[in-house]
């Protein structure tokens, strides 16, 4: 493993502005934190709010039930082909200068599809969000790096921006089910409009400009090779995940045998491996493998990556749960996520605190603990369980665990980065749990519909009547309770990587402070 890249910091007197290699606070970073927070939510929110609203969406333009999908899909592939991209641009272009360009940008993506008259036109206007998505992701996380220069400031801002990365999700349902249910589900892209503008506003004020110096030529061939490979990965991913009618009318997926899917990831094999040969021999790579060859950082894009694909078994079948089986109306079941986002956004401050204290890897073995037993505790679930009795304790420790994970492990995969790499390396953060996401998603579905398909062959067998709900529910449950199984087996997996890998230790946080802007 490399070296991490430290820059030295030239001291300062205090409440001097910040200049370029100076460690002196911002005087506006604050505010700074405020636009960089409501930018995040906003992309976070825009993952999740428009799944409730499909079906809806699906009736107003007539969109066949196996296109619906792509409303998802071409967000999710535009936004995860384009990341590595999107960082470097944000480097080499500006940080505040992307941000701006990708907050009006995504505005007026989300205007084009809330006004969408046609499948096409939603679908594009979904793509579009997720090209400026691509773009705002990594410029934010990368401008609380060269923002942030004191350790418990810093600490405290990767606080915030942990807690709306874990509890934003669950927050876009809520948002989704309220205004797919009492205005139209085109408010669920037309709310993007007023706070994207009324935050790039803010931001042309407030944000400082940082960007990367010396070499900036782009990686053209290495980004065409990420860019394609990503995309033909992510896809892969989600067409294997895609439900299908089987037998006797069945849900099944796709699954990882399908000719296209096979394709699929072979090429994006081809063209990754050919990514990463080229980036050991250019100049100037787009993604120096000096970034992820580091045990701190590499490690945590791998911790990222399992715990996206563990966190998804979590969202996706706690939703098919409480709609499917507990019976609950989409904004109901929203709110029952509700504990996860909260105790998640208030537990992040104690973590923030802690983090200078203890150093981030006895919080990310701990909170990977946790988020095994709460996963585990989801197995308990049956069809006739209570919400308060089952549910919300294993939300509750679930949610615990992961503010113990996101927020040293946004810090950790930053350690030590220079001004000249951070939205790269911020970008492969994002691109990490884009992938891991995609790929929990493909492959706890396949095997949940495999067991729901199993246990409701049992059942018949055993005299069960089919079609009966209660058999239904029981099958279900079953297949859901083997995706908890295996997203728990992910964060054990994630667990096993923090307590190996990641080294990095309290007095190691410091050196972030000396990134050159």
């Known amino acids: 493993m490399s070296e991490p890249l430290t820059a030295t910091a030239t001291p300062a007197t205090p409440g001097t502005p910040a200049q370029p290699g100076s460690s002196a606070p911002d005087p506006r970073r604050w505010r700074i934190l405020g636009v960089i927070a409501i930018t995040q939510l906003m992309l976070v929110l825009d993952g999740s709010i428009m799944n409730i609203a499909l079906p809806s969406a699906a009736d107003d333009l007539q969109i066949a039930p196996n296109d619906i999908q ?102 876009g349902l809520i948002a989704g089910g309220a205004l797919t249910e009492y205005l139209d589900w ?41 860019t394609v490979g990503l995309v033909a990965l992510v896809y892969g991913f989600t067409e ?57 950082r590499g490690g945590s894009y791998l911790v990222f990556l399992l715990v996206g694909a563990g966190l998804m078994s979590m969202f996706l079948f706690m939703t098919f749960y409480f709609q499917y089986v507990m019976g609950y109306e989409p904004l109901r079941a929203g709110f029952a996520f509700l504990p996860f986002s909260l105790v998640l956004i208030l537990f992040a401050g104690v973590v923030a605190r802690l983090l200078p204290q203890t150093g981030p890897k006895p919080l990310m073995i701990t909170g990977l603990a946790l988020a095994v037993a709460g996963m585990l505790l989801l197995t308990l679930t049956r069809p006739d369980s209570s919400y308060w009795t089952t549910v919300f304790p294993a939300l509750v420790v679930l949610s615990l665990g992961m503010a113990m994970v996101f927020i040293p492990v946004s810090s950790t995969a930053l350690v030590g980065v220079g001004g000249h790499d951070a939205g790269v390396a911020s970008a492969m953060l994002n691109t990490a749990q884009q992938v891991g996401a995609s790929l929990g998603i493909a492959l706890l579905n396949t095997l949940a519909l495999s067991a729901t398909t199993s246990k409701l062959a049992s059942l018949v067998a055993g005299g069960a009547d089919p079609a009966s709900p209660a058999t239904q529910a029981t099958a279900n449950v079953a297949g859901y309770h083997v995706a908890f199984v295996v997203g728990a087996g992910m964060f054990a997996l994630a667990l096993l990587v923090a307590a190996t890998v990641v080294v990095a230790r309290r007095d190691d946080l410091p050196t972030e402070g000396a990134v050159v802007a």
């Open 240 to 296: 294997a995940a895609r439900r299908v009618p089987g037998e006797n009318g069945t849900p099944t997926t796709v699954g990882w045998s399908d000719p296209l899917v096979v394709g699929l990831l072979v090429t994006a094999g081809v063209l990754l491996t050919a990514f990463v040969l080229l980036e050991r021999r250019v100049r100037n790579p787009l993604l120096p493998l000096r970034i992820v060859l580091n045990r701190n």
């Open 70 to 171: 792509w409303a998802v899909t071409a967000y999710t592939l535009a936004f995860g082909g384009l990341l590595l991209l999107g960082g470097r641009i944000a480097d080499y272009l500006g940080r505040k200068r992307a941000m701006l360009i990708g907050l009006v940008g995504f505005a007026l993506a989300s205007a084009l599809g809330g006004a969408a008259v046609n499948a096409g036109m939603l679908f594009g206007a979904r793509a579009l969000q997720g090209v400026f998505g691509a773009l705002l992701a990594p410029a934010a996380l990368a401008l609380v790096t060269v923002t942030f220069t004191e350790p418990r400031e810093r600490a405290k801002a990767f606080g915030v921006f942990g807690a709306i990365s874990g509890g934003g999700a669950a927050i």
């Open 186 to 226: 085109r408010w669920c892209l037309f709310v993007n409009l007023p706070i994207a503008l009324v935050t790039a506003v803010i931001g042309a004020r407030v944000l400082r400009e940082s960007k990367a110096h010396g070499d900036t030529r782009f990686d053209i061939p290495g980004a065409l090779l990420s």
